[in-house]
């Protein structure tokens, strides 16, 4: 049995990914903040620990006995950090480099990291190949491909790695009161009579990615040998006005759109090819038009209680 540490477990992919691990009958180990709960029970045994992501005293001892960790924890957004530049290394990059020296010499096999799409540079047109140059905007992206470097430096020391890539992820088990994954907040906005908030002219476009497709990524590459740098996402891009039209015409429901004004941190186009996810993982992409309908339904059974 593969004993697994999902750090950041209470989280939305997190707590996705612990319930895909229990599905394998893996032994699952969940390290978050104290007092963090996923959004919904698990509902089997799950070892819970928790502590300091600061602490690498916390995070060595979490990581003893796990034969994989999963690092899917961190502190901000693309939007958030640019507000304080310094905490993405105090609480985002430092903690990931505790967590590649706690795993040498303690039996971990391999690490796999959800980086994010945001790493690569200018919009050229067609959608970034993992092999394309990076030019991340800011802290946030400059921060994830630090740890992505790191990876590859710790693969000399023989620890693997893979690095996931995702477009803007979001899906049931997603918080739409915590603003983010711009597909789960519209559907909610729509379901509760509450105004899209959007933020320059709508025309920034995004991969927009089903949380389940990283998660089931995640899975996959355990039974891979080696390290790995894969793109999750649908190949696809969708602008917010066409996304809220979506959402309007799925939920029977068009809402107000008020728009704001445009945010430094928003990249213009992100849309990224997903060969390997297919290819090398099997992994088919989820549609948006069908991951938008899975998670209207979650949204639903979520407001009815």
Not at 117 to 139: A, C, H, N
Not at 210 to 235: E, I, W
Request: hydrophobic letters at 35%.
């Amino acid at each position: 049995m593969t004993a697994c540490l999902v750090i950041g477990g209470a989280g939305f992919l997190g707590s996705t990914l612990v319930r895909e691990l229990l599905k394998l009958d893996a032994a699952v180990t969940v390290f978050d903040l104290p007092g963090r709960e996923p959004s919904r029970p698990f509902g089997r045994n799950v070892r819970w620990l928790s502590g300091d992501m600061t602490s690498a005293e916390d995070i060595r001892s979490a990581v003893d006995g796990h034969d994989c960790v999963f690092h899917f924890a961190w502190p901000s957004t693309p939007a958030t950090s640019l507000d304080d530049p310094g905490r993405e290394a105090s609480r985002g990059l430092q903690p990931s480099l505790s967590i590649l020296e706690a795993c040498l010499g303690r039996g971990v096999r391999k690490v796999i990291f959800p980086s994010s799409g945001t790493v690569y540079g200018p919009w050229r047109g067609i959608p970034f190949r993992e092999s394309d140059p990076t030019g991340p905007r800011t802290p946030y992206a400059e921060a994830k491909l630090k740890v992505e470097e790191s990876l590859r430096l710790y693969e000399s020391k023989g620890l693997a790695y893979t690095v996931l890539r995702p477009g803007s992820t979001y899906g049931p088990g997603q918080d739409p009161l915590a603003g983010l994954g711009a597909p789960t907040v519209f559907l909610h906005r729509c379901l509760t009579g509450q105004p899209l908030r959007i933020y320059g002219r709508g025309e920034v476009v995004r991969d927009y990615t089903f949380g389940r497709d990283v998660v089931r990524c995640a899975v996959q590459v355990l039974s891979l040998p080696g390290s790995q740098v894969v793109n999750v996402s649908t190949q696809t891009g969708t602008s917010l006005l066409a996304l809220a039209e979506k959402c309007f015409r799925l939920t029977g429901r068009t809402v107000p759109m008020e728009f704001m004004p445009p945010r430094v941190s928003d990249l213009n186009s992100v849309v990224m090819d997903n060969s390997r996810e297919q290819d090398i993982l099997g992994v088919r992409a989820t549609p948006l038009e069908e991951g938008l309908e899975l998670t209207l339904r979650w949204l639903r059974s979520r407001l009815a209680g």
